[in-house]
Structure formats: structure tokens, C-alpha cells
T-cell receptor, first 118, second 109 residues
Framework: GAVVSQHPSWVICKSGTSVKIECRSL??????MFWYRQFPKQSLMLMAT?????????EQGVEKDKFLINHASLTLSTLTVTSAHPEDSSFYIC??????????????FGPGTRLLVL | GEDVEQSLFLSVREGDSSVINCTYT??????LYWYKQEPGAGLQLLTY?????DMKQDQRLTVLLNKKDKHLSLRIADTQTGDSAIYFC?????????FGQGTELSVKP
């Protein structure tokens, strides 16, 4: 149980275009979803926290107009990278918390989406 | 705020035990986690421990928590080449997870 999927698994786009990444909890309803960014050989950097039906809370330094997060249902959150530039190239990972799990704070992670902006 | 530290590399021989260490600064962290990340993949939850526990064992994995010293360790018994990966320690804080830098475990045959 507690499976999280992401789509697409990788994407290549041209500079200036927008890219949407989906994060789904497949077998549970997610209380909260999180979006992270990871650079090669580095740890995860939290970008934002989102709850269904409310606006996402962005971490300091993360541009909310650049990284649009929509959390339309208890099983789906989307991250849209708007007007992407090469410096946005990265590995984006989402996670979700499961209210019925032993620890309500435990985060279950998706497989990640690799974005390359040319 | 919370700060989580890990050593960056560990190399062991197949069949030996691996011990990955982690220190954290915020004693109010309720849960502490170990995640495994293989190349190009997301994070896999290995185990977690509640802050009022000293030890938790799950098959080949043993987690030890020294709350006084704010020290967490993950022991992997009979380490296999398939255990080669990056292991992240994480502490809960205010509904978020604070991650260490990750320890790259290399298992040599």
C-alpha cells in the first residue's frame, strides 16, 4: 500500500515552454502532498506543501508564479513549471502523507520526474 | 531550525554489516526516518522510529535512537550488492521532513 506515481517519468522541452508534472496517490487518499527538487549528488530541497482545495505553501526562495501547484483532489497534485529555462532542469519528486498510516507524518515518495530544458 | 547531518560515504564488503549514522539538532522531532534512493529513482521508505523508542528491528534492518545525544543509526545486516544506494536520514518538524545530505553506500563483492 501507499503507492505514489508520477507522470511523466522524464521530459525534454524547449526553453520558454511550460511543463506539467502529475503526482498521484494510487491506493490511498493523501492528506498532504509535497514537491521537492533534487540536484545531482545532493539532498532533496522542499519546494512547496499542498493540501487539497487550498493554495500551496511555498518555501522561501521558491517562485510561486514560476512553479504553479494545483491540488484538485485527494489523490492528485500537479506541478507546472512555467516558461522553463535550462536552470530549471532537475529531478522533481513528489510525496504524499497517508492519514491512516502508523505515522501521519510519514511521506511516501513518487519515482520522480527528470526535466531537461534545452 | 532542524539540522540533520550524515557522513557522505560508506564502503563495505558483501556479507558484512553496514552502519549508517545520522545526527539531528531538534529534540522535538517526533519521528525519524530512513529512506533509500537508487540511481534515477524516488525515495523508498525503509523504516521509521518514534522518538520515545530506543530501537526498532525489521528483518535485516535495525534502527537505534539515542535521544540524549540526538543520534540515529541504521544497521543493515548481511549487506548485499543490491543494498548499494544512497540512504537518507530525515527528521519530522512541523509536518515537514528535514533531510540529511545522504550517505552513499557502496557494497563490494
Amino acid at each position: 500500500g501507499a503507492v505514489v506515481s508520477q507522470h511523466p517519468s522524464w521530459v525534454i522541452c524547449k526553453s520558454g515552454t511550460s511543463v506539467k508534472i502529475e503526482c498521484r496517490s494510487l491506493d490511498f487518499q493523501a492528506t498532504t502532498m509535497f514537491w521537492y527538487r533534487q540536484f545531482p549528488k545532493q539532498s532533496l530541497m522542499l519546494m512547496a506543501t499542498s493540501n487539497e482545495g487550498s493554495k500551496a505553501t511555498y518555501e522561501q526562495g521558491v517562485e510561486k508564479d514560476k512553479f504553479l501547484i494545483n491540488h484538485a483532489s485527494l489523490t492528485l497534485s500537479t506541478l507546472t513549471v512555467t516558461s522553463a529555462h535550462p536552470e530549471d532542469s532537475s529531478f522533481y519528486i513528489c510525496s504524499a502523507t497517508h492519514a491512516a498510516s502508523g505515522s501521519g507524518e510519514t511521506q511516501y515518495f513518487g519515482p520522480g520526474t527528470r526535466l531537461l530544458v534545452l | 531550525g532542524e539540522d540533520v547531518e550524515q557522513s557522505l560515504f560508506l564502503s563495505v564488503r558483501e556479507g558484512d554489516s553496514s552502519v549508517i549514522n545520522c545526527t539531528y539538532t531538534d529534540s522535538s522531532s517526533t519521528y525519524l526516518y530512513w529512506y533509500k534512493q537508487e540511481p534515477g529513482a524516488g525515495l523508498q521508505l525503509l523504516t521509521y522510529i518514534f522518538s520515545n523508542m530506543d530501537m526498532k528491528q525489521d528483518q535485516r534492518l535495525t534502527v537505534l535512537l539515542n535521544k540524549k545525544d540526538k543520534h540515529l543509526s541504521l544497521r543493515i545486516a548481511d549487506t548485499q550488492t543490491g543494498d548499494s544506494a544512497i540512504y537518507f536520514c530525515a527528521a519530522s518538524q512541523g509536518g515537514k521532513l528535514i533531510f540529511g545530505q545522504g550517505t552513499e553506500l557502496s557494497v563490494k563483492p
